[in-house]
Every structure is written in structure tokens, then in C-alpha cells.
């Protein structure tokens, strides 16, 4: 069990920049953020492999503008240029071997509460 926590989430104004982290109880595999708006699926925004730092960008809003990295059990996301339309509940997720993340919910075992980001214009 891989116990995560998030942090980092504010109400911003648009075009200004805002970095997430994520805390990991202990090394994953994979780590992602997620985002959830009201009244819309989850999705995936990012995704890292934690060993080789290697990251894959899901959501095309996010390329160019997000940056996902991690420090040993801490994962971040670095977002540049907010927009309204980034507005929702981030979650930071991970998983462990032999399960490979990728740019959906399944691909995810543990999540944690989320951190809401609300940008207005």
C-alpha cells in the first residue's frame, strides 16, 4: 500500500503558475497526476517512471505548460500559464511493480485525496 498525499493547490489567477507536489509513503513505480473537474471524468495529465525520471504528458492542454518531475519519493507538477479551464481536483497516483502507469485511471492502484486548483480570469 502506497499512501499519498498532495499538496500545493490554491485559487490563482489566470496566466500565473502554480507547483504541485506529491509525497509517497514509499518508492513507486510509476507516479501520475490526475485531474478531475466538477461534472467530468478523471484524466490523466502526466505520468512518470520514477526510476529513470522518463515522463509521458497525457492531457495535450498540459505539453508546453506542465512539467512533471520527481525527487526521490516526492513528485511534482510544475504548471505554467494557468488557465480557467485547468480548474479541478488534481490527484497524484502510483503504482508498483509489475504494473506500468499510463494515460488512464486503470493503469493506477493508489491514490490519494487530491488538491484542488481553481483558476480564474
Known amino acids: 500500500q502506497v499512501l499519498l498525499v498532495e499538496a500545493g493547490g490554491d485559487s490563482v489567477q489566470a496566466g500565473t503558475s502554480l507547483t504541485l507536489s506529491c509525497s509517497a509513503s514509499?518508492?513507486?513505480?510509476?507516479m501520475g497526476w490526475f485531474r478531475q473537474a466538477p461534472g467530468k471524468e478523471r484524466e490523466a495529465v502526466a505520468y512518470?517512471?520514477?526510476?529513470?525520471?522518463?515522463s509521458t504528458y497525457c492531457a495535450a492542454s498540459a505539453k508546453g505548460r506542465f512539467t512533471i518531475s520527481r525527487d526521490n519519493n516526492k513528485m511534482f507538477l510544475r504548471m505554467n500559464n494557468l488557465k480557467p479551464e485547468d480548474t479541478a481536483m488534481y490527484y497524484c497516483?502510483?503504482?508498483?511493480?509489475?504494473?506500468?502507469?499510463?494515460?488512464?485511471?486503470?493503469?493506477?492502484?493508489?491514490w490519494g485525496q487530491g488538491t484542488q486548483v481553481t483558476v480564474s480570469s
Open positions: 497516483a502510483a503504482t508498483k511493480p509489475p504494473y506500468a502507469g499510463g494515460c488512464h485511471t486503470r493503469f493506477f492502484y493508489f
Open positions: 514509499e518508492h513507486a513505480w510509476y
Open positions: 512518470i517512471h520514477t526510476s529513470s525520471g522518463s
